[in-house]
């Protein structure tokens, strides 16, 4: 029997991470604990904890990390709070293998915990590149304290080979978050206005804009303009924001949110859609918008164009679909516009094909021995002849 403890801290993440849990959850050969934290606990953030209830997963601990407070000092003492937090109940879950998610500051802290208590970790979606934010710090990191790889693609793959790790502990599986899309029956556009409390007009797009922790254009700056080209969409086009994460200045977007849509009739706010109303949103709106990665991961598979905006998501593979402009209003606009005469019938996903999950389980199914998995060499890559 492998002890098998995932973690979850954000709305975004469990999403990714429900077709895997529901994997492991029907292998007999699993037991498998569920570690619950930052966002999920908070009612600021839609305290998203109630979905994963919905779904009928036991939560064996609750990790209490996040101040209110969204500057960097703020940040980092929550990481410090999660790294204690999460540090007792590894002690107390005593797991095989840690399975993380992504890039998030919560998951670095459970990382940190994970490494000095001698418990593997396996790392899902490490290898990406984000230039226009310190995720790509944080996910480097995690992915050189980890010992398992599951890489969304094989361009990432081969980023985790380059850090040093050892080519056969990298699995490259593609994005859960296709399976997902797979696997979910989504709801009725009837069932969608009402659990939004609001009714879609002609057209519609879904916004999330989140903190660009490294771009030297204030992240509040950006997400004005993107509001400036919102608003000139006109008062026929239906506009629903989803607040950001608990991220530096995240709570200042939140509130420039709340204000925009207060003071609009066709437009929303709302802290958290959770997972099945986000994607079922999704699916009924014409174009997805903002700097969030599921503009690039999800929105393909379910053929919507995807305005990406500024240096968030650089770096990235995109769809056909997906739209690159930069932080200013003139250029969103242009780019809403293209969205909305674009033709995503058809387009080709990068991240996989749905089955991740499987892949995942497959290749825990073959871990005899996690703790051999500690005992890590720095795999150099091979001498070139460049100079």
Same mark, same amino acid.
């Given at each position: 029997?492998?002890?098998?403890?995932?973690? +979850?801290?954000?709305? =975004?993440?469990?999403?990714?991470?429900?077709?895997?849990? #529901?994997?492991?959850?029907?292998?007999?050969?699993?037991?498998?604990?569920?570690?619950?934290?930052?966002?999920?606990?908070?009612?600021?953030?839609?305290?998203?904890?109630?979905?994963?209830? #919905?779904?009928?997963?036991?939560?064996?601990?609750?990790?209490?990390?996040?101040?209110?407070?969204?500057?960097?000092?703020?940040?980092?003492?929550?990481?410090?709070?999660?790294?204690?937090?999460? #540090?007792?109940?590894?002690?107390?879950?005593?797991?095989?293998?840690?399975?993380?998610?992504?890039?998030?500051?919560?998951?670095?802290?459970?990382?940190?915990? =994970?490494?000095?208590?001698?418990?593997?970790?396996?790392?899902?979606?490490?290898?990406?590149? +984000?230039?226009?934010?310190?995720?790509?710090?944080?996910?480097?990191?995690?992915?050189?304290?980890?010992?398992?790889?599951?890489?969304?693609?094989?361009?990432?793959?081969?980023?985790?080979?380059?850090?040093?790790?050892?080519?056969?502990?990298?699995?490259?599986?593609?994005?859960?978050?296709?399976?997902?899309?797979?696997? +979910?029956?989504?709801?009725?556009?009837?069932?969608?206005?009402?659990?939004?409390?609001?009714?879609?007009?002609?057209?519609?797009?879904?916004?999330?804009?989140?903190?660009?922790?490294?771009?030297?254009?204030?992240?509040?700056?950006?997400?004005?303009?993107?509001?400036?080209?919102?608003?000139?969409?006109?008062?026929?086009?239906?506009?629903?924001?989803?607040?950001?994460?608990?991220?530096?200045?995240?709570?200042?977007?939140?509130?420039?949110?709340?204000?925009?849509a207060a003071g609009r009739p066709n437009a929303i706010c709302r802290s958290s859609l959770g997972h099945l109303l986000y994607l079922s949103t999704m699916a009924e709106v014409d174009v997805v918008i903002g700097n969030s990665s599921s503009g690039l991961l999800e929105a393909p598979s379910l053929e919507k164009p995807a305005v990406n905006i500024g240096m968030r998501q650089s770096g990235r593979p995109r769809a056909a679909s997906v739209i690159d402009c930069p932080a200013d209003a003139r250029a969103i606009?242009?780019?809403?516009?293209?969205?909305?005469?674009?033709?995503?019938?058809?387009?080709?996903?990068? &991240?996989?094909?749905?089955? #991740?999950?499987?892949?995942?389980?497959?290749?825990?199914?073959? +871990?005899?021995?996690?703790?051999?998995?500690? &005992?890590?060499?720095?795999?150099?890559?091979?001498?070139?002849?460049?100079?």
């Open positions: 029997m492998l002890r098998v403890c995932l973690v +979850t801290g954000s709305r =975004a993440e469990y999403g990714l991470l429900r077709p895997v849990i #529901a994997a492991l959850k029907a292998e007999q050969g699993m037991i498998v604990s569920l570690v619950v934290t930052a966002m999920h606990l908070s009612p600021e953030f839609g305290l998203s904890i109630g979905e994963i209830e #919905a779904d009928g997963h036991r939560i064996d601990a609750r990790v209490e990390m996040l101040l209110s407070s969204d500057s960097g000092v703020g940040v980092a003492k929550s990481m410090g709070l999660g790294t204690i937090g999460l #540090a007792d109940v590894f002690a107390r879950i005593a797991p095989d293998i840690i399975i993380l998610f992504g890039d998030r500051f919560e998951t670095l802290a459970a990382a940190q915990s =994970a490494l000095v208590m001698r418990i593997p970790v396996a790392h899902v979606s490490g290898g990406h590149v +984000t230039h226009g934010a310190f995720d790509d710090a944080i996910r480097h990191s995690i992915t050189k304290m980890s010992h398992i790889h599951f890489a969304t693609t094989e361009e990432a793959g081969l980023r985790i080979r380059q850090l040093g790790e050892d080519t056969a502990n990298i699995h490259v599986v593609g994005d859960p978050g296709i399976d997902a899309i797979r696997l +979910t029956k989504r709801l009725a556009k009837p069932a969608v206005e009402e659990r939004l409390g609001f009714r879609l007009l002609s057209r519609n797009v879904l916004v999330t804009f989140h903190p660009v922790t490294l771009d030297p254009i204030p992240s509040v700056q950006q997400f004005e303009n993107l509001l400036t080209a919102l608003d000139s969409l006109g008062p026929n086009m239906g506009i629903i924001l989803t607040k950001p994460n608990a991220d530096v200045e995240g709570r200042s977007l939140g509130a420039l949110a709340e204000d925009f606009g242009d780019a809403i516009q293209r969205a909305f005469r674009l033709d995503c019938r058809g387009v080709v996903n990068p &991240y996989g094909d749905g089955h #991740a999950a499987e892949r995942i389980l497959a290749v825990l199914k073959m +871990t005899r021995d996690p703790q051999a998995l500690l &005992y890590k060499r720095f795999r150099d890559l091979p001498p070139t002849n460049s100079r």
